[in-house]
């Protein structure tokens, strides 16, 4: 797992817990956001950031949990379970494991930056 250089990107210390709790297709899927949550291992400030994929060309998309939710309501966060951040310009795939879904996308940028 890439954590230790997810960890660098947005300046926090490795051991905890990373939650996917939102996702977005801007431009038809041209660019993906994710919106993430970062627990310390300790009792520490939860730390809010986002992965950006700018210029998408391909995407592949596995659901593993098959939740039946109240009309209306929100699913719970997806555990980050593995992470490979690939590279950039289309070389080596985004590769994300959660609990609730795998997705595998090829991409131009990635941008990771925490939410103030």
Not at 6 to 31: K, R, T, V, Y
């Amino acid at each position: 797992m890439d954590q230790a250089k997810l960890c660098e990107a947005i300046g926090i210390q490795q051991g905890g817990s990373f939650f996917i709790i939102d996702l977005g297709f801007l431009n038809w899927g041209q660019e993906i956001r994710f919106n993430c949550r970062y627990e310390p291992p300790e009792s520490g400030a939860i730390v809010y950031f986002e992965m950006r994929l700018k210029d998408c060309r391909d995407l592949q998309w596995r659901v593993y949990a098959h939740l039946t939710l109240p009309e209306g309501s929100m699913p719970p966060p997806a555990a980050l379970v593995n992470l490979r951040l690939g590279s950039s310009q289309h070389r080596k795939p985004f590769q994300m494991l959660t609990d609730s879904f795998g997705i595998t996308i090829l991409y131009g940028d990635l941008l990771i930056q925490k939410i103030e």
